[in-house]
């Protein structure tokens, strides 16, 4: 297998993670906030399709990206893995709402320290990359825009159901770009002899 080929595939990922995340936008509006399937669908689902996506991203444009690349990619990866726990645990509380005995139990880890690094590591991460994604030229710039966008939004009154759909939008975008433009690919490396 060539190294563009599985380049390319971790863009098709970050699509199909792009369009999970965005989705739960429209699963709150009918199920409402931080329902389970909004949370299973849009929240997990999502989270690991795009953490996984995310490396084909980074490495379509690696060699222009430079350092600011790669450390934002790390700190980017990192945020959404803490993104993906803080789900699962709110997916937990769901579960003991329904089943109060299950808090009966010792509850493992601090969640404030967790949502204090998420939020950081997301919001310096998604900087970083999103100027080196711009900077790179290699994919459209609207997608770094948008990255920078996303961490302005959270400083922004009433974008919080936009926010889903930004993060899902230059996901599904930049995804996209890596798919089609890797297709044809001349710098074809095996990855087995």
């Given at each position: ?33 931080d ?7 849009g ?8 953490i ?5 991203i ?20 990192v ?14 509380v769901?579960t ?80 996209w ?17």
């Amino acid at each position: 297998m060539h190294v563009s080929n599985v380049i390319r595939w971790l863009g098709m990922l970050a699509v199909i993670g792009g369009v999970f995340r965005l989705s739960m936008t429209p699963l709150e509006l009918v199920w409402g906030v931080d329902s389970t399937i909004a949370l299973i669908i849009g929240g997990v689902t999502g989270s690991v399709f795009i953490i996984i996506g995310t490396a084909g991203i980074y490495l379509y444009q690696a060699g222009k990206a430079g350092i600011l690349g790669f450390i934002g990619f790390l700190i980017t990866t990192v945020g959404n893995i803490l993104v993906c726990t803080m789900v699962m645990i709110s997916l937990f509380v769901n579960t003991a709402l329904k089943d109060p005995q299950i808090l009966e139990q010792e509850l493992p880890g601090p969640v404030v320290p967790i949502r204090l690094i998420m939020i950081i590591t997301l919001n310096l991460g998604y900087i970083l990359f999103g100027i080196a994604t711009l900077r790179a030229k290699m994919l459209p710039r609207w997608g770094g825009a948008l990255m920078i966008l996303l961490v302005l939004m959270t400083f922004i009154p009433y974008t919080d159901y936009l926010f889903a759909v930004v993060w899902g939008l230059f996901h599904i975008g930049l995804g996209w770009a890596v798919w089609s433009r890797s297709k044809g690919s001349e710098n074809k490396v095996k990855l087995t002899q």
